[in-house]
């Protein structure tokens, strides 16, 4: 398995554009989850999902964020509009039961940086 | 709710020096823990679990649940050691929102000199 792999790696966008990232879970695994890490605040859970359903996305932001898991084995997440304050490296992560016993499985994170 | 704090943004200990990151959390019950650690331009990666009593890397961490720490420990830092880490908490228990995810503390960079 190639683990959980995130697309693009790093995004430049202007102010205003919306941003899309992707998020490929480690197949089996029945919860994904996105975070943003900043220096500032450290790693933050903005939303997770069990077998594609939104569990619990109380730490997006606000409404410019959205995330969406359609089937199994892609996730979402999109900015729009982008502001510069959205700049962030956003990691995938996914694991195979509900605790965090067998430890989740990240990927590389998207570096986003927003002009 | 759940909350995991690490006092110390930036940790800088010499090689051989021992070395302790911080971290202490706030939960009602009975939470697992875990240290997370990320090297220069690498992914996350799990470094330990309290439940699995082990030492990697040369790392342990002691749950101590009357001082709701758990705080890592290597006795003789090596430069290698240079990362950032971060420790978690997950509630283990079913019900609300808040069973199954990772809640992470705000990390801290451990630089070892040479």
């Known amino acids: 398995d190639a683990g959980v792999i995130q697309s693009p790696r790093h995004e430049v966008t202007e102010m205003g554009q919306e941003v899309t990232l992707r998020c490929k879970p480690i197949?089996?695994?029945?919860?994904l989850f996105w975070y943003r890490q900043t220096m500032m605040r450290g790693l933050e859970l903005l939303i997770y999902f069990n077998n594609n359903v939104p569990i619990d996305d109380s730490g997006m932001p606000e409404d410019r964020f959205s995330a969406k898991m359609p089937n199994a084995s892609f996730s979402t997440l999109k900015i729009q509009p982008s502001e510069p304050r959205d700049s962030a490296v956003y990691f995938c992560?996914?694991?195979?039961?509900?605790?965090?016993?067998?430890?989740?499985?990240f990927g590389s994170g998207t570096r986003l940086t927003v002009v | 709710a759940q909350r995991v704090t690490q006092p110390e943004k930036l940790l800088s200990v010499f090689k051989g020096a021992p070395v302790e990151l911080k971290c202490n959390y706030s939960?009602?019950?009975?939470?697992?823990l875990f240290w997370y650690v990320q090297y220069s331009r690498q992914r996350l990666q799990l470094l330990l679990r309290?439940?699995s009593r082990e030492s990697i890397k040369g790392f342990t961490a002691d749950l101590n649940k009357g001082e709701t720490s758990f705080h890592l420990k290597k006795p003789f830092a090596q430069e290698e050691d240079s990362a950032m880490y971060y420790c978690a908490l997950s509630a283990p228990y079913a019900g609300g929102t808040s069973y199954g995810k990772l809640t992470f503390g705000q990390g801290t960079i451990l630089t070892v000199h040479p």
């Open positions: 992560a996914s694991s195979l039961r509900a605790t965090g016993g067998d430890g989740y499985t």
């Open positions: 197949s089996g695994h029945d919860y």
């Open positions: 939960y009602s019950g009975s939470p697992e």
């Open positions: 309290h439940i």
